[in-house]
């Protein structure tokens, strides 16, 4: 039988095989499964080692994409990138909802707060215009002098 360090060195060198981010991504994720097991043997988890988990395969995931970038990079490379990932702080420090917040867009959803400031998006992505009214469309809104606003009022309004 082969002992565990055996078959963690056998890993070890097959991920060395692979030239890819996204190859050596996906020994890297066979490893996990490998020695720490799939879903049933973490059920008893505590929800902080769950979490690390997850970070770890977001993590993974954006090495990965480095392909488009550099095809083949040297071991080195990898092992370099993967572990300065894993020496950030896991999960988020401080309070939510106290101080400077930094977050995906898809993390915003619900959140209050006294200034947002979004970086990188292009004019009309975010909001996104709204849709014509089937029923009151801005021309008869106009013309019917209702006080409605339009789709034009709308957007006006979200830039500030």
Do not use: Y
């Amino acid at each position: 039988q082969i002992s565990f360090m055996e078959r963690l060195d056998q890993s070890l060198e097959e991920l060395a095989c692979d030239s890819s981010w996204s190859g050596r991504c996906r020994r890297v994720r066979s490893l996990i499964r490998d020695h720490l097991g799939g879903h049933a043997a973490r059920e008893d988890w505590p929800a902080d080692e769950l979490i690390a988990l997850e970070e770890i395969g977001a993590i993974l995931d954006a090495l990965s994409e480095l392909d488009e970038i550099e095809p083949s990079p040297p071991e080195e490379s990898f092992r370099n990138a993967l572990t300065a990932e894993l020496q950030r702080p896991i999960g988020r420090s401080g309070q939510t909802g106290v101080g400077v917040q930094v977050v995906g867009i898809d993390r915003t959803v619900g959140l209050e707060a006294d200034l947002v400031i979004v970086v990188g998006l292009a004019e009309g992505s975010l909001p996104t215009r709204p849709p014509a009214d089937p029923l009151l469309t801005d021309s008869r809104r106009v013309s019917a002098r209702t006080g409605l606003p339009t789709r034009h009022d709308h957007a006006a309004r979200q830039q500030h």
